[in-house]
């Protein structure tokens, strides 16, 4: 199994930036894809960005696009989420998940390992 424990979340106004982290321990961190999900207040659990076993392919949600930057770090364990330019409709949770590599790693359902998640609110 894999642990995943998220960092960074906290209030930022409209426009702002924010940077999430993500620290993996317990098996060989490149051996998955990992992804950041979101939940906002009443909607239900979505794939926001994603990124191969490698860090050679990534996939952004058409809501961020251009706005959210997933990257990884395999000799930290570590997986980022780099979110510029927030809007009050980026309030949410979010949490980073991780697959085996040999998963689709841009299928929501392929994710089978979560963190905690951390409370991320955009201020109008």
């Known amino acids: 199994q894999v642990q995943l424990v998220e960092s960074g979340g906290g209030l930022v106004q409209t426009g702002g930036s924010v940077r999430l982290s993500c620290a993996a321990s317990?098996?060989?961190?490149?051996?998955?894809?990992m992804a950041w999900f979101r939940q906002g207040p009443g909607k239900e659990r979505e794939l926001v960005v994603a990124?191969?076993?490698?860090?050679?392919?990534?996939y952004s949600a058409a809501s961020v696009k251009g706005r959210f930057t997933i990257s990884r770090d395999n000799a930290q364990n570590t997986v980022y989420l780099q979110m510029n330019r927030l809007i009050p409709e980026d309030t949410a949770v979010y949490y980073c998940?991780?697959?085996?590599?040999?998963?689709?790693?841009?299928?929501?359902?392929?994710?089978?390992?979560w963190g905690q998640g951390t409370q991320v609110t955009v201020s109008s």
């Open positions: 998940a991780a697959t085996i590599w040999r998963k689709d790693y841009d299928s929501r359902e392929a994710y089978n390992y």
């Open positions: 317990g098996r060989t961190f490149s051996d998955y894809h």
């Open positions: 990124i191969t076993w490698s860090g050679a392919s990534t």
